[in-house]
């Protein structure tokens, strides 16, 4: 089965450098076939006959921990999940220029639900927020993105359960998958 790893909070300001061509290493040597990564921000593609999610991402960090020595998250992700998390995507979602589009991927046992939650109260005049299967879908005004209630979502408690790719990303680690 096709799956889709997304690493949290690697190559990020300097911070966490792991090198691409050594992830896909850790993921092979880990058993993974037909490994590939896309973008410098820790998106693996790969396969596994594992089917269960929790036994793949303990899997994984295991690996990360014993061969970059960090204690990373990550949240995996079928890829038929992913195409239906796309698929279902609100019909604005990705089509405004002036907007920012970001795909929440939620870390179980939390829920979408959860971080609607946490997110609080919108401003429906700058984003739209709403959730999909273990995502939450979240379009913000480029111009006013400073003001809208989802940008304060990162110093919460439950962002570290949380990995963020934007619309393009999304779309393209599909496209990857098929």
């Known amino acids: 089965m096709k799956y889709i790893c997304l690493l949290r909070g690697i190559n990020v300001g300097g911070k ?17 076939t037909n490994v590939s990564t896309y973008i410098n921000s820790g998106n693996v593609i ?18 990360i921990a014993e061969q970059f020595q960090l204690k990373l998250r990550v949240t995996v992700v079928s890829a038929k999940q992913l195409a239906k998390n796309i698929a279902g995507a609100p019909k604005d979602w990705g089509n405004d220029t002036t907007r920012k589009h970001n795909l929440l991927f939620v870390r179980p046992p939390k829920t979408a639900e959860d971080v609607l939650k946490a ?8 984003e739209t927020v709403s959730t999909g299967q273990g995502v939450v879908y979240w379009s913000a005004s480029l111009a006013a993105f400073g003001r809208t209630a989802s940008s304060k979502f990162a110093s919460k408690p439950i962002y570290q359960d949380v990995t ?8 393209k680690l599909l496209e990857l998958t098929q």
């Open 16 to 32: 966490n450098p792991v090198a691409m061509p050594k992830l896909r290493d850790c993921f092979t040597d880990a058993g993974y």
């Open 46 to 63: 790969f396969e596994s006959a594992e089917r269960s999610i929790p036994k793949l991402i303990a899997a994984i960090e295991k690996a």
């Open 119 to 126: 997110i609080g109260e919108t401003k429906p005049d700058l």
């Open 164 to 171: 963020v790719r934007n619309y393009n990303t999304s779309v």
